[in-house]
Nanobody, 123 residues
Framework: QVQVVESGGGLVQAGGSLRLSCAAS????????MGWFRQAPGKEREFVAA????????YYGDSVTGRFTISRDNAKNTVYLQMNSLKPEDTAVYYC????????????????WGQGTQVTVSS
């Protein structure tokens, strides 16, 4: 089994920054490709970013490209999401997940999920 725990959410004013962290542990914990998704009230969960295990190549959703940066510390099995120039429309619950196969952009490609962390951006 794999455990995923997010942290770092909170309340921030528009234009501000936050950094989310995600730690994965459990069986075969040494090699995870991981991703971030978010879900705003009344909306579907959407892809935010992912980072491959092997080469550390980042992938981003269109709405966050240029503002968010995903990175990872393999020694700690931890992934970070640096969010800059935050907008009110970035308000959502942010979920971290472990990729288990398929396209990085699809929810179904991730088999283990954290509980989520709330990010609220005030205008």
């Amino acid at each position: 089994q794999v455990q995923v725990v997010e942290s770092g959410g909170g309340l921030v004013q528009a234009g501000g920054s936050l950094r989310l962290s995600c730690a994965a542990s459990g069986r075969t914990a040494s090699s995870y490709t991981m991703g971030w998704f978010r879900q705003a009230p009344g909306k579907e969960r959407e892809f935010v970013a992912a980072i491959s295990w092997t080469a550390g190549v980042p992938y981003y959703g269109d709405s966050v490209t240029g503002r968010f940066t995903i990175s990872r510390d393999n020694a700690k099995n931890t992934v970070y999401l640096q969010m800059n120039s935050l907008k009110p429309e970035d308000t959502a619950v942010y979920y971290c997940a472990v990729w288990t196969g398929g396209s990085y952009y699809y929810i179904k490609s991730y088999g283990y999920w954290g509980q989520g962390t709330q990010v609220t951006v005030s205008s």
